[in-house]
T-cell receptor, first 116, second 114 residues
């Protein structure tokens, strides 16, 4: 089982609050990702990072920010939570890979966020 | 438009039976295809990764096949167990950029009954 941890597992918060979802991995992986997953839908990439001080936006990034100050840590921050942010947030990591052969993503168990 | 379509959307089988899940994709240029298993309330776990040159790969009772010409993949589960109940997600990577972009299917929800 992969060593990637997300906290909290569940979070219920009111509209307008600032929240930070934590993600840490102990595998020394350079690449890290944040995905959003709604029931019955495909995962959507929010942010990703190739390494320390490297962050890039994905498809759904406009209302959140990330930082990568340490290799093992990749927190996601919502400055002002809204009900539309209610979702499952999955963090993942992978080794740098041969683009042809690929390298598997190692996922955390997610944070289930509910914004009331 | 690059897409990954999975079928069926959901499937119920009896314990001990075999089943096959399908994945069709339009992603181009193709790099590799991955199958993940996601238990309820957990993150996805990698089952297999196949490149263009591979047409079959096994992981225990899971066997994935790939036909890059027809852009189809299947995941065959043999002698199903209750613990196989999960969502199975097909993911395709392209070669459009150095590090590849991943396209996710919506998954097939498999339920195994005793």
């Amino acid at each position: 089982e992969a060593d990637i941890y997300q906290t909290p597992r569940y979070l219920v918060i009111g509209t307008g609050k600032k929240i930070t979802l934590e993600c840490s991995q102990t595998m020394g992986h350079d690449k890290m990702y944040w995905y959003q997953q709604d029931p019955g839908m495909e995962l959507h990439l929010i942010h990703y990072s190739y390494g320390v001080n490297s962050t890039e936006k994905g498809d759904l990034s406009s209302e959140s920010t990330v930082s990568r100050i340490r290799t093992e840590h990749f927190p996601l921050t919502l400055e002002s939570a809204r009900p539309s942010h209610t979702s499952q947030y999955l963090c993942a990591s992978s080794e740098f890979e041969n683009p042809e052969s690929g390298s598997p993503l190692h996922f955390g168990n997610g944070t289930r966020l509910t914004v009331t | 438009k690059n897409q990954v379509e999975q079928s069926p959307q959901s499937l119920i089988i009896l314990e001990g039976k075999n089943c096959t899940l399908q994945c069709n994709y339009t992603v181009s240029p193709f790099s590799n295809l991955r199958w993940y298993k996601q238990d309820t309330g957990r993150g996805p776990v990698s089952l297999t990764i196949m490149t263009f040159s591979e047409n079959t790969k096994s992981n225990g009772r899971y066997t994935a096949t790939l036909d890059a010409d027809t852009k189809q993949s299947s995941l065959h589960i043999t002698a199903s167990q209750l613990s196989d109940s999960a969502s199975y997600i097909c993911v395709v990577s392209d070669r459009g950029s150095t590090l590849g972009r991943l396209y996710f299917g919506r998954g097939t929800q498999l339920t195994v009954w005793p």
